[in-house]
């Protein structure tokens, strides 16, 4: 079996490839089988982009052949927006990235990137229509929503995690999806996860009981399977605080969410700064964004609505 990898614009997937790489998979970037073709038509990389701006059967011909590498290939990762759609049977990877850190990474990423994008509000803007052309451009195509998170296999957050953790988790996930295939399964990093209470109402004899019982787990993720409600951009825990956050002391980089809630008319819970920093105390991170300073953020690009939890 195969992997796909794809995911947000900003979210990583050069790197995380690089180290699926290191680790033994043989890995086919979209840009790979684009130059290839070129060599064939006998044209430059520029010139055959350019040509496939007016001649749809370039495109075509660049579908195919991963559809056909798909059906030669094993143990192969395919980087490349649309591989999950046209490579059969593979392990459908989404990488997901909170937009502001999108936007952080590419305005000051490299040169041509920091030239488009004056600022991590402009950057942010920008990311956020290129996602939606994009979402037009690939339903007129294919008649596909890319951003339709049921699409894919597992769903695996990349904001706070290093490319060498998250392949860690991949390959994980890959060699238990192919045991046994599941649904679509999301993994959020922990430093990315709000609490619903106030800091008094937590037990930290049972948080310490609970760190011991995730420091004896092996895996970069939590025991805990939490929901969790989306508001305003903040993912807040609806249940699990104390096995999250034991979780998060204990070092684990990402939390499985078995049940994301429609938001509610209100925010879950108002947290004061000694609240928070009370939270933060516990695993030893510092959230990016304080919901009492910034009420409203840009979240996600991607819609879960449509996955069966």
């Known amino acids: ?28 970037a979209a ?31 660049l579908d195919q052949r991963s559809t056909e590498l798909g059906r030669s290939m094993d143990h192969t990762v395919f980087d490349s927006r649309l591989a999950w759609h046209f490579v059969e049977h593979s392990f459908k990877v989404f990488l997901l990235v909170d937009t502001g850190e999108a936007a952080r990474r590419v305005s000051l990423g490299n040169q041509r990137n920091a030239e488009i994008y004056q600022s991590r509000e402009d950057a942010a803007a920008g990311l956020k229509a290129r996602a939606e052309l994009e979402r037009e451009r690939f339903f007129e195509l294919y008649g596909i929503d890319y951003y339709d998170g049921s699409n894919y ?25 192919q045991k046994q295939p599941y649904g679509t399964k999301v993994e959020l990093n ?3 996860i709000y609490p619903s209470k106030k800091s008094g109402e937590i037990d930290m004899r049972k948080l310490e ?44 980089i990402f939390v499985e969410i078995r049940g994301i ?48 939890q």
């Open 209 to 252: 009981q609970y760190r011991l019982e995730e420091e004896n787990s092996p895996s970069l993720c939590a025991l805990a399977t939490p929901q969790i409600r989306m508001y305003q951009g903040y993912n807040y825990l609806v249940n699990g605080h104390h096995r999250v956050f034991a979780a998060a002391a204990a070092g684990k």
């Open 261 to 308: 809630l429609p938001p509610d008319a209100q925010q879950p819970v108002r947290l004061s700064a000694e609240d928070l920093a009370a939270f933060e105390k516990a695993p030893g991170f510092i959230y990016r964004e304080d919901p009492a300073q910034l009420p409203e953020k840009t979240g996600y690009m991607l819609d879960f609505t449509r996955i069966s």
């Open 153 to 177: 296999d597992l769903i695996i957050e990349s904001s706070c995690a290093t490319p060498q953790q998250i392949a860690q988790e991949i390959i994980r996930n890959f060699e238990l999806y």
């Open 31 to 61: 840009g790979d089988i684009f130059r290839e073709i070129a060599m064939e038509k006998h044209m430059t990389v520029i010139e055959l982009n350019e040509a496939a701006k007016s001649d749809r059967s370039i495109d075509d011909m």
């Open 1 to 28: 079996m195969n992997i796909t990898i794809t995911g947000n614009l900003g979210s990583g997937k050069s790197s995380v490839c690089a180290e699926l790489k290191k680790a033994g998979f043989t890995v086919i």
């Open 190 to 192: 922990l430093p990315c």
